[in-house]
């Protein structure tokens, strides 16, 4: 694996006291960081993504020890999940401390934090905290336009934001490949805002029970779940339209597109029955790990391919296929070209 060094640290934090972005890679996606604290920096994120003003960010702490600086009114409960998966792939939604910047919480009462596990990150974070004299933390959205596919590797973010950034810390492939866990416990009880790597399985090996699903449609007619990272509909998407087929009907939907003229690119978890052209195919990884770790680079992939559709067979809604599940079912929806009008 690349690994940044220690000048390159040292630059990162340059760049990030000086009010500057920089993209670092974590075990889930690479992020697009800045200081947290400085709503100049903050700023310059939504800028470079095209972020919608309202979209709150998640902030990547070097310990837990930071936590109280950032949030109050801590369950022991997240106490728990902090103990147990951080440094890891796991967001805490918690009510914020009156500093936090409501750019970061995106005009909420509510703060996302998370530790991520992930040796540059960290040896990032760390430096970047000894630097402020404080416990300093990074808003750092996935280092992407704002709703594309996120980047697992860091010739993603060149290839992508490259030219909106000076320095894009290199720490190989993300070893997760998809976005954190998000629990919320700005209610009190925990609540799953987002799939990801820690089930909830997971999670109630930990409290004993097991964390509510919240549907964050509900969000938007009232009800107190706070708006969360990667909760849109349409999101981790390609600009190739993309069709999640069920595994029994996806033969005639490739067939039927054939028959239109179109050039197709399937993702299957199995064999082509046969193979013709116009038609790429490929096979997936059999296991839910793998096929997370995967899924973004395979997608852009497929993407750059310029076929005329990607067809992708349908997985389970289901404990260690959810997480990867979610993510398809926002890339279907989110999907086609940018609309210019």
């Not at 930071?66 to 902090?82: I, K, M, N, Y």
């Not at 038609?279 to 997936?284: C, D, G, I, M, R």
């Not at 391919?305 to 079912?329: C, F, H, K, N, S």
Request: proline share 7%.
């Amino acid at each position: 694996m690349p690994a940044a060094t220690d000048r390159e640290i040292a630059a990162a934090v340059t760049l990030l006291r000086a009010g500057e972005l920089v993209a670092f890679p974590t075990e889930t996606v690479y992020g697009l960081g800045a200081d947290a604290a400085n709503p100049a920096a903050v700023a310059k994120i939504f800028a470079a993504k095209g972020r919608p003003a309202d979209h709150p960010l998640i902030v990547h702490l070097a310990d837990s020890m930071a936590l109280d600086a950032w949030a109050r009114d801590v369950p022991q409960a997240a106490r728990q999940l902090a103990a147990a998966f951080w440094p890891g792939p796991l967001t805490l939604i918690l009510k914020r401390q009156p500093q936090v910047l409501a750019a970061v919480t995106g005009g909420q009462d509510t703060v996302g934090l998370r530790v991520p596990n992930h040796p540059v990150a960290l040896a990032l974070l760390r430096a970047f905290s000894a630097a402020q004299g404080v416990a300093a933390g990074l808003a750092a959205p996935s280092a992407n336009r704002y709703g594309r596919i996120s980047p697992t590797r860091a010739s993603h973010v060149r290839a992508e934001l490259g030219a909106q950034l000076q320095l894009v810390l290199d720490g190989g492939d993300c070893a997760v490949g998809i976005e954190s866990t998000i629990v919320d416990f700005s209610a009190g009880k925990p609540r799953l805002l987002r799939p990801g790597a820690i089930t909830a399985d997971d999670i109630a090996c930990v409290l004993g029970t097991t964390p509510q699903a919240e549907s964050h449609a509900l969000a938007e007619t009232g009800n107190a779940v706070p708006r969360v990272a990667g909760s849109d509909k349409a999101h981790y998407a390609p600009l190739t339209p993309l069709r999640l087929v069920a595994g029994e009907q996806l033969q005639h939907a490739i067939d039927a597109a054939l028959a239109a003229g179109q050039r197709v690119a399937v993702l299957a978890r199995s064999n082509a029955a046969k193979i013709t052209p116009h038609l790429h195919w490929h096979v997936a990884a059999p296991d839910a790990a793998a096929y997370a770790h995967d899924l973004y680079a395979r997608l852009r992939e497929l993407d750059a391919r310029d076929d005329d559709l990607i067809l992708v067979e349908m997985l389970p809604m289901t404990g260690e296929w959810l997480a990867v599940a979610d993510r398809l079912q926002r890339a279907a929806c989110g999907s086609g070209p940018d609309d210019e009008t």
